[in-house]
């Protein structure tokens, strides 16, 4: 069967059905940037294929779902992370109490509902929400999670597979509380071996932990690396 394209400003854009796979890096746009697909579905097989190719869905409410390779790629190499002195000092003062995957959904409808400067809506919707529950359930997916007195004040989440990490999105409801949260799963990805983290786009926080922009070639060999070089001690997929 012939491939079908929607047909864009910056170029043809393939059309995924359920059993179209991803098409090859070069035809991803440079306008907008990285745009590779359009439709397909969020099953959990679909999703691990993405990744594993260095693509991620985006796209808002009412828009087909749209896959992405951007180039150049943020990222943060954990072993080379960067942490302020007033950062440290807040960790010192062990104003969190700090949980791994004991709050997934929690984590991921907070992302979804706390709102943030110059931006209307989230791109989080119940159906993006249900896809990567599902990923936490096969154990790709993890959270982690900021606390005080019990109750979930911070956090972030993503997708690991092997030694990669794809970081999806963050919160806070108290000052400091993604901060801290982030770099402790930096931390713990680190003790996993983890050589990368795919940061997606480039934000002043993410830099501010020694983040930066490698072009999608360097990304690409970088994570197939990573996929393909066990860790002496992996605890999870």
């Not at 170029?11 to 440079?30: C, E, K, N, S």
């Not at 096969?138 to 606390?147: N, P, Q, R």
């Not at 050589?195 to 990304?219: K, N, V, W």
Request: hydrophobic share 40%; with cysteine; charged share 15%.
């Amino acid at each position: 069967m012939q491939d079908s394209y929607y047909p864009l400003p910056g170029g043809p854009v393939l059309i995924l059905d359920a059993q179209t796979p991803f098409p090859p890096m070069q035809q991803a746009l440079t306008e907008p940037n990285g745009l590779i697909a359009i439709g397909g579905d969020l099953t959990a097989q679909r999703l691990l294929a993405a990744y594993r190719r260095g693509i991620f869905p985006w796209f808002s409410p009412g828009e087909p779902i749209l896959w992405w390779s951007p180039d150049p790629r943020m990222v943060l190499f954990p072993a080379q992370v960067t942490i302020s002195r007033s950062l440290r000092k807040v960790i010192q003062q062990q104003l969190f109490e700090i949980r791994i995957d004991t709050a997934f959904a929690s984590v991921i409808e907070a992302c979804a509902n706390t709102a943030r400067p110059g931006q209307d809506g989230t791109w989080i919707s119940q159906e993006m929400a249900q896809a990567y529950s599902t990923l936490h359930a096969l154990g790709y997916a993890h959270s982690v999670e900021a606390w005080q007195n019990d109750t979930l004040v911070g956090g972030c989440y993503g997708v690991k597979i092997g030694r990669m990490f794809y970081g999806e999105s963050m919160f806070h409801h108290v000052s400091n509380a993604s901060k801290v949260a982030f770099a402790h799963m930096v931390q713990w990805l680190n003790s996993q071996q983890v050589g990368m983290i795919d940061c997606q786009m480039h934000t002043p926080l993410l830099a501010s932990f020694g983040a930066y922009e490698i072009t999608r070639d360097r990304f690409i060999e970088t994570m197939n690396d990573l996929h393909h070089t066990p860790a002496s001690t992996l605890v999870s997929p």
